[in-house]
């Protein structure tokens, strides 16, 4: 019989991201973030998956996963709400969407979301529809699902239930559902959609409050981090092809999760270079808008080099790792040397200059530069003293 862990590589997805607004993406990416924090308080192991078979999926472990739950974040403006026609309607296929469609028709909102269960049948945990409105619908005790955070299938009164199960078989070619009612579940966040970002940052400051105040972490940078990270992942467009790898491109796990953490509460390493650059670039009299811009560059570099799977940055990195220890230049002037490693570097670094721009490029150069001395409080550079400004840009 085989394993979640087997599935999970050899069930091919429903579909890949299709065109999603930057809203919508943005609002999903918050939603993340915030389970992210609740999954981490509730303490056990854990995988989110960004973008995996679903708009987020969780396993109960980054190493033999038993169980996963599949989550579906759909947006619209206040006021409005889904109702029944709204979950189970199918749209007809535009003429570039029938090739993938053997009915003519698209898979509805709840059709997508029970597909998992079908794929997933031994390990389905939960089944998960969240919106920032609510379904327009009446629970069997006789109470609106808006007055609830969350609403289970089988809580519906039975006409509802029975209509969205007869649709949801129908649209599958099953004469009845085989399970999964039990495990549906429509829920309201209590993100808003124009304050979602801001929303996320209170939950997260909370959260930090709650379990960090004794190592603080700056909760407006570590934001930014999280929602980098999550970004990354979302629109990971390669198929893994294990486990492992499914973990490290698509999930973030706990003992991540904790790394980050830990890393955001230590005197920050990009910090510190950021600082001796433009400490060096200010004594050498270098125009302050050429020193912010590199300075921008090199926060980004740092950022984007924790992406193990970016093998052209890799790449770029190591060569100017191996330029700046085949000196060429008698200068010594930090902004001088960061223009004249480039020949030494070859293809790599014009590459990623040709993609990213020529500060990034030099922001690469400066890290490797720095980081080559072990020792922080040594700079291998020649001291050098305050000059006019530098026209160069």
């Known amino acids: 019989m085989s394993t ?13 991201a299709g065109a999603r607004s930057a809203n919508r993406f943005a609002y999903q990416r918050s939603y993340a973030l915030c ?7 509730q303490g056990g192991d854990y995988v989110l998956l960004g973008e995996f078979h679903d708009d987020v999926a969780i396993l109960d472990s980054a190493t033999s996963p038993t169980s996963i739950e599949f989550v579906q974040v759909k947006t619209r403006q206040s006021g409005k709400v889904w109702t029944r026609a709204d979950l189970v309607a199918r749209k007809k296929s535009t003429a570039k969407e029938k090739s993938t469609t053997l009915s003519g028709r698209l898979p509805s909102i709840l059709g997508k979301l029970y597909v998992n269960y079908l794929a997933f049948t031994k390990h389905t945990s939960r089944l998960a529809f969240v919106s920032n409105v609510p379904c327009k619908f009446t629970r069997q005790d006789g109470t609106a699902c808006d007055k609830h955070p969350s609403t289970c299938l089988d809580e519906l009164k039975q006409p509802d239930r029975t209509h ?5 078989a129908t649209e599958h070619d099953l004469q009845s559902l085989p399970g999964g009612e039990n495990l549906t579940f429509l829920e309201i966040s209590d993100l808003s959609l124009p304050g979602h970002d801001s929303g996320t940052l209170g939950k997260l400051t909370a959260f930090l409050h709650r379990g960090y105040s004794n ?24 198929l893994p092809s294990s486990l492992d790898e499914l973990v490290s491109s698509h999930g973030i796990r706990r003992e991540e999760f904790e ?8 005197p920050s390493h ?21 020193t912010l811009r590199l300075v921008r560059a090199v926060n980004r570099y740092t950022v ?37 490693v480039r020949p030494n570097a070859g293809d790599p670094l014009h590459q990623i200059e040709s993609i990213r721009g020529i500060d990034y490029r030099k922001a690469i150069v400066a890290v490797a530069l720095y980081e080559e001395d072990d020792d922080e409080d040594n700079d291998q550079l020649p001291p050098t003293h305050p000059q006019g400004p530098d026209q160069s840009a």
Do not use: W, Y
């Open 4 to 16: 979640l862990a087997d599935d999970l590589v050899r069930i091919p997805q429903r579909e890949t």
């Open 35 to 41: 389970r992210l924090l609740d999954l981490h308080e």
């Open 164 to 168: 969205i199960c007869e649709k949801l």
């Open 215 to 238: 190592t603080p972490v700056p909760a407006v940078a570590f934001h930014k981090t999280l929602k980098s990270e999550l970004e990354r992942r979302c629109t990971r467009e390669a």
């Open 259 to 266: 790394e980050m953490l830990a890393t955001a509460a230590t």
């Open 270 to 290: 990009t910090e510190r270079l950021t600082h001796r650059i433009e400490t060096r670039l200010t004594a050498e009299g270098v125009p302050v808008r050429v």
């Open 304 to 340: 984007d080099r924790r992406n193990p799977m970016d093998s052209t940055l890799r790449e770029a990195a190591q060569a100017a790792t191996q330029a700046i220890k085949r000196p060429t230049s008698t200068s010594t002037r930090l902004i001088e040397i960061l223009e004249e």
